[in-house]
């Protein structure tokens, strides 16, 4: 008689609310912002350009320090950038429950050169985060895509 019961109990953990962002995919991660501060702005042709993204995950979900943030970089115009990929975090599992996540999320920062006879700078690329809800403790990897317009004047 045991057996149904159980049965019933797993059912219902696999098709809880919480559970569903992992069936569901990626397309149910919390929305995460993305602030980017271009300094100088404009940036000047021929001068180093210092672009700073800074991830704001929504009130009750924090992103963690393992795997850690990355932007890959897979389109670039009128900007010569130091690297394609720029991470944050550690790359080395973590094993304090307390440090898991971020307090606070340090900015991804991409270095670059602004192309002497170009008058704005493009980046595309996609952030790849893993993130927690903390009410319910349920944790997954998510992505999404980013654009960075760069004003080059002077």
Same mark, same amino acid.
């Given at each position: 008689?045991?057996?149904? $019961?159980?049965? +019933? $109990?797993?059912?219902?953990?696999?098709?809880? #609310?919480?559970?569903?962002?992992?069936?569901?995919?990626?397309?149910?991660?919390?929305?995460?912002?993305?602030?980017?501060?271009?300094?100088?702005?404009?940036?000047?042709?021929?001068?180093?350009?210092?672009? +700073?993204?800074? $991830? *704001? #995950? #929504?009130?009750?979900?924090?992103?963690?320090? /393992?795997? @850690?943030?990355? $932007?890959?970089?897979?389109?670039? &115009?009128?900007?010569?950038?130091?690297?394609? %990929?720029?991470?944050?975090?550690?790359?080395?599992?973590?094993?304090?429950? &307390?440090? =898991?996540?971020? %307090?606070?999320?340090?900015? !991804?920062?991409?270095?670059?050169?602004?192309?002497?006879? +170009?008058?704005?700078? !493009?980046?595309? @690329?996609?952030?790849? /985060? =893993? /993130?927690?809800?903390?009410?319910?403790? =349920?944790?997954?990897?998510?992505?999404?895509? !980013? *654009?960075?317009?760069?004003?080059?004047?002077?």
């Amino acid at each position: 008689m045991t057996r149904p $019961l159980v049965v +019933s $109990l797993v059912l219902a953990a696999v098709l809880s #609310p919480q559970a569903a962002p992992a069936a569901a995919g990626k397309d149910k991660a919390p929305r995460v912002a993305a602030r980017v501060a271009v300094d100088p702005s404009p940036a000047r042709p021929g001068e180093p350009v210092r672009i +700073s993204v800074r $991830l *704001e #995950p #929504p009130e009750g979900v924090t992103l963690n320090r /393992y795997p @850690g943030i990355t $932007l890959k970089i897979d389109h670039v &115009e009128g900007l010569d950038v130091a690297s394609r %990929e720029v991470f944050v975090g550690t790359r080395k599992p973590v094993t304090d429950v &307390e440090k =898991f996540a971020f %307090e606070k999320v340090p900015p !991804l920062v991409v270095e670059a050169v602004a192309g002497a006879g +170009s008058r704005r700078g !493009l980046i595309r @690329g996609e952030l790849k /985060y =893993f /993130y927690c809800v903390k009410k319910s403790g =349920f944790c997954a990897p998510a992505s999404r895509p !980013l *654009e960075i317009t760069v004003p080059i004047g002077g």
